[in-house]
């Protein structure tokens, strides 16, 4: 899962025993004449869950983009991500929030030259899963219609953004005096104070 939550990289490892880890696919070390192993052990925690497990690097494809030598980690024990959909997480927030300490995909990607400009971007469509894209290194304009509203990052370790108010059929029901959100990929929910939500849902 593309994830602007977190910025690791992990999948599973196939030395992983945990329920979660028989369910989805697995990487085997062995089978790779360029992977390294760096002796590290890594702890992730997200919101539903966790995983502990060891550091490693190789080469890694997303499309046709490739990363020689990238770190990311590989579970062995795995919490909390039982009937997930995904094997791994590929975070795409900013490094400072790496909790192996490996620079992102994206990062690194990005520094060797592989795109013209630093933006990546998701098309959602609740309607069309096959049509579902995620883009690397620029904006498609087929996938949306009249002009992009860019906003500024209020704080650069989360896609944190300032907002001014949130409204639903032309009533403010949260945020009324300005607020902090970030935006988060790897999450289906919206989370906030229990007052704010509680009026999102009234009016949904």
């Not at 990005?110 to 069309?128: C, H, I, M, N, T």
């Not at 990052?153 to 403010?172: D, L, P």
Request: charged letters at 15%; a neutral charge.
């Amino acid at each position: 899962i593309f994830d602007t939550g977190s910025a690791d990289l992990w999948v599973p490892s196939i030395t992983c025993q945990s329920p979660a880890c028989k369910t989805h696919n697995t990487f085997n070390p062995q089978n790779s004449s360029s992977f390294r192993e760096a002796g590290q052990p890594v702890s992730i925690v997200y919101g539903p869950g966790l995983i502990h497990g060891f550091l490693g690097s190789d080469t890694v494809r997303i499309g046709n983009f490739v990363r020689l030598n990238q770190s990311f980690g590989l579970s062995v024990k795995e919490f909390g991500f039982d009937g997930m959909p995904f094997d791994g997480v590929l975070g795409l927030a900013f490094p400072s929030i790496s909790l192996t300490g490996a620079r992102p995909i994206f990062d690194n990607l990005w520094s060797q030259g592989a795109f013209s400009e630093p933006v990546f971007a998701f098309y959602l469509s609740k309607s069309k899963p096959e049509g579902i894209v995620v883009m690397f290194g620029g904006v498609d304009h087929r996938y949306y219609k009249g002009e992009l509203n860019w906003v500024p990052v209020s704080h650069k370790r989360h896609w944190q953004i300032s907002m001014n108010r949130t409204t639903m059929n032309g009533e403010v029901v949260a945020c009324s005096r300005g607020c902090q959100a970030f935006v988060d990929t790897g999450s289906a929910s919206i989370y906030g104070p229990k007052e704010m939500v509680t009026n999102i849902h009234k009016v949904m």
